[in-house]
């Protein structure tokens, strides 16, 4: 089993994720397929290393020494990785396909870290999450980070982080919406086709509000941008224009006090984000490098 550091992975991320689902998406890998290499390991020793709960699992005696065991192989061959990447050095450019806010917003921030730890130069392509999904599959990029689960036999996706949606104004806000307060401001509004409006209605809907066609409108917008550079330059005198945004778009317009925000009662909305490449890239030394880099920076 120890020659098999998949299986151990897995464990691992079980554990990790309190959860076998959890650790499904995270492993890119379907739920029974976690559940057999689990049994696997526990047939291999012949010892039970989980007990699952109702509230997630929990470690017996013997998981708990398989556990530390696995770290120490976890760390030794992340070490290993990192001197294969050496000898494989291509000197190409990794290109990323990357949604709007992922692109433009999450992906900066650690961009020359990556750029350190995989000893290539980075490039990404700004886009929309189906598009970026496309030049997956045709070759044209390496990875894609996307807020949409775009279901394809020939893709891979592991959950990666949480992206929160939140509503935005010029103006003071109340912290916690009610349904009243959103009837009264006019709205810069998403595309129908939008996945953030989406997110938006059913959050509305989980609240028992209004649904958002029911909303004084005064545009509708598809770029992120324009969005908050209108709500940004709105009147200050009249009723407050408010629309949603990702928090990663405005958090330094939120900080500097440029901008609002609100939510939905004390809902959050979120939306995962995922990395998605192609299975025929699934034991690629890149591939595995730039997943574990980045599962790690979440």
């Known amino acids: 089993m120890l020659t098999d550091f998949a299986k151990l992975e897995t464990f691992l991320t079980v554990v990790r994720e309190k959860s076998f689902s959890k650790a499904s998406a995270k492993l890119g890998i379907s739920q029974p397929a976690v559940t057999q290499q689990m049994k696997f390991i526990e047939d291999y020793l012949d010892v039970q290393v989980v007990d699952r709960k109702k509230n997630g699992i929990r470690l017996t005696k013997e998981g708990q020494m398989l556990y530390s065991i696995a770290i120490k192989i976890e760390k030794c061959v992340a070490n290993g990785e990192k001197e294969l990447l050496k ?6 450019t990794f290109v990323f396909g990357a949604s709007f806010i992922i692109g433009n917003y999450i992906l900066p ?6 750029k350190e730890n995989i000893n290539n130069e980075v490039s990404i392509n700004v886009s929309v999450s189906h598009e970026a999904i496309e030049d997956l599959l045709d070759k044209k990029i390496d990875m894609a980070l996307v807020e949409n689960y775009v279901s394809n036999d020939d893709i891979i996706y592991r959950e990666w982080m949480e992206d929160e949606i939140v509503i935005f104004s010029n103006q003071q806000l109340p912290a916690r919406a009610k349904a009243e307060d959103l009837l009264s401001y006019k709205w810069v509004c998403r595309n129908p086709e939008s996945n953030t409006r989406a997110i938006f209605k059913e959050n509305l809907d989980k609240a028992n509000f209004p649904d958002c066609d029911t909303f004084d409108v005064t545009s509708e917008v598809t770029s992120a941008t324009t969005i908050v550079q209108t709500v940004l330059h709105s009147d200050k005198s009249l009723t407050p224009t408010v629309s ?5 778009a405005i958090e330094s317009l939120l900080k500097s006090g440029a901008l609002y925000e609100s939510r939905i009662n004390n809902q959050k909305m979120v939306r995962k984000l995922y990395i998605a490449y192609r299975k025929d890239r699934k034991h690629d030394a890149f591939i595995d490098n730039v997943v574990d880099y980045l599962l790690k920076i979440k």
Request: hydrophobic letters at 45%; glycine letters at 0%; a positive charge.
């Open 109 to 114: 921030r650690f961009l020359n870290n990556l």
């Open 244 to 248: 949603i945004v990702s928090r990663n």
């Open 87 to 92: 000898i494989m050095n291509k000197d190409v």
